[in-house]
């Protein structure tokens, strides 16, 4: 058991919860998963090596951070933060690079260690801009996180980790924009990106796949904590809370309250376009493949039967998929993490 900066026990998954993790995701699990205590944040062993680093990341005041457990609207606002920052007229050619390579993922790298994925050849995309970004650096120190660090002025920067684990002074110092999405889709999203990223592989059942959730064991671990931990400092003057249901349903409302918060100053003819430009459509078919071909790191039969990455995008698409004891099961859950919360989360559009 190792101790970290951010003061949580790094405690290994062994026996039976490690071999079932083992059985589902064959993507990662092989790699040895690790519990950060207190709290039960779930991760493949690799982070270990990036946790310190990451907590000790220095931030800096022109620094957007956009946090969000997986699946909850991140690159959704990736795309709509680095637009509202650095493409405010939709001219900027640096836009025609993938949001990621725009927008690092700061603990990407323990995601890239999957045997299932080939080592990125040197003419990849990805380690061309690593290459440029950080001349003479060590990508085995981490791609991701050293082109976070080298991104230039203002950075934007995305991250599923929990507050508890970020540097402790972001909040003091740089922006976050958080976004929570309701837990009946987050799943259903979750379930098909873990199916979909060779990353990840997972071969097991919807069902067990919303046991996982419910347990806290899948990837980053508890969804409430997460949410309770930036929920409760929403009210301080560098953290921006959003709803991907209210995004999703009052866009151009939501774009003039990030509008006020980034303090960038845009009209609303320009909030009007890049609400288009960053409609699930627009992205959905400006949707950029890095590597070589898609077959690299997605399972192409999963696109083939339920979509790629921009799969639905909607609000309320879990309709359909319980079954009554699984919703009853959920619900049950939802209901018991919710008290004392008062977020009430839309599960509908209507
Ligand atoms: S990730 O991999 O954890 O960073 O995924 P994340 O970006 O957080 O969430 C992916 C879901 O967001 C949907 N998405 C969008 N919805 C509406 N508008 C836009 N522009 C948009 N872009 C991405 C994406 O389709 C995933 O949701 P589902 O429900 O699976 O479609």
Same mark, same amino acid.
């Given at each position: 058991?190792?101790?970290?900066?951010?003061?949580?026990?790094?405690?290994?998954?062994?026996?039976?919860?490690?071999?079932?993790?083992?059985?589902?995701?064959?993507?990662?699990?092989?790699?040895?998963?690790?519990?950060?205590?207190?709290?039960?944040?779930?991760?493949?062993?690799?982070?270990?090596?990036?946790?310190? /680093?990451?907590?000790?990341?220095?931030?800096?005041?022109?620094?957007?951070?956009?946090?969000?457990?997986?699946?909850?609207?991140?690159?959704?606002?990736?795309?709509?933060?680095?637009?509202?920052?650095?493409?405010?007229?939709?001219?900027?050619?640096?836009?025609?690079?993938?949001?990621?390579?725009?927008?690092? #993922?700061?603990?990407?790298?323990?995601?890239?260690?999957?045997?299932?994925?080939?080592?990125?050849?040197?003419?990849?995309?990805?380690? +061309?801009?690593?290459?440029?970004?950080?001349?003479?650096? !060590?990508?085995?120190?981490?791609?991701?996180? +050293?082109?976070?660090?080298? %991104?230039?002025?203002?950075?934007?920067?995305?991250?599923? %980790?929990?507050?508890?684990?970020?540097?402790? !002074?972001?909040?003091?110092?740089?922006?976050?924009?958080?976004?929570?999405?309701?837990?009946? !889709?987050?799943?259903?999203?979750?379930?098909?990106?873990?199916?979909? #990223?060779?990353?990840? $592989?997972?071969?097991?059942?919807?069902?067990?796949?919303?046991?996982?959730?419910?347990?806290?064991?899948?990837?980053?671990?508890?969804?409430?904590?997460?949410?309770?931990?930036?929920?409760?400092?929403?009210?301080?003057?560098?953290?921006?809370?959003?709803?991907?249901?209210?995004? /999703?349903?009052?866009?151009?409302?939501? @774009?003039?309250?990030?509008?006020?918060?980034?303090?960038?100053?845009?009209?609303?003819?320009? @909030?009007?376009?890049?609400?288009?430009?960053?409609?699930?459509?627009?992205?959905?078919?400006? !949707?950029?493949?890095?590597?070589?071909?898609?077959?690299?790191?997605?399972?192409?039969?999963?696109?083939? /039967?339920?979509?790629?990455?921009?799969?639905?995008?909607?609000?309320?698409?879990?309709?359909?998929?319980?079954?009554?004891?699984?919703?009853?099961?959920?619900? $049950?859950?939802?209901?018991?993490?919710?008290?004392?919360?008062?977020?009430?989360?839309?599960?509908?559009?209507?």
């Amino acid at each position: 058991m190792t101790s970290t900066a951010s003061g949580h026990e790094v405690v290994p998954l062994e026996g039976d919860e490690l071999r079932r993790q083992e059985k589902d995701f064959t993507g990662y699990a092989d790699l040895g998963m690790v519990r950060f205590n207190p709290g039960r944040c779930l991760f493949m062993e690799p982070f270990t090596k990036f946790a310190d /680093k990451i907590y000790k990341f220095p931030v800096k005041s022109s620094d957007v951070y956009v946090v969000t457990w997986p699946k909850c609207g991140t690159t959704w606002c990736q795309e709509i933060v680095w637009t509202m920052r650095n493409n405010p007229n939709l001219d900027n050619q640096m836009a025609k690079m993938p949001v990621n390579g725009r927008v690092p #993922f700061l603990e990407f790298d323990m995601l890239l260690k999957s045997k299932l994925l080939k080592p990125p050849a040197p003419d990849n995309p990805m380690m +061309q801009g690593f290459q440029k970004m950080c001349p003479g650096k !060590d990508p085995s120190d981490g791609v991701f996180f +050293q082109m976070s660090e080298a %991104l230039p002025d203002p950075r934007t920067i995305k991250s599923h %980790l929990p507050l508890s684990l970020l540097p402790p !002074d972001m909040l003091k110092t740089s922006k976050v924009v958080y976004v929570a999405r309701n837990p009946k !889709d987050v799943v259903v999203s979750f379930h098909h990106h873990s199916r979909l #990223f060779k990353g990840h $592989n997972y071969v097991g059942s919807f069902e067990d796949f919303v046991q996982y959730f419910v347990d806290d064991d899948l990837l980053y671990g508890p969804y409430w904590l997460h949410l309770k931990e930036a929920w409760e400092r929403r009210e301080e003057s560098n953290l921006h809370f959003i709803f991907y249901e209210d995004l /999703k349903s009052n866009n151009i409302e939501e @774009l003039k309250k990030l509008n006020r918060f980034l303090e960038t100053k845009l009209t609303d003819t320009q @909030l009007e376009k890049i609400s288009n430009y960053t409609s699930f459509n627009e992205m959905k078919s400006r !949707d950029l493949v890095p590597g070589d071909s898609a077959s690299d790191y997605m399972n192409v039969e999963v696109i083939h /039967k339920d979509g790629g990455f921009f799969r639905k995008g909607t609000v309320g698409d879990w309709k359909g998929k319980y079954t009554p004891e699984l919703e009853v099961k959920i619900d $049950n859950w939802i209901k018991k993490n919710l008290q004392g919360f008062g977020i009430n989360f839309k599960y509908s559009t209507a």
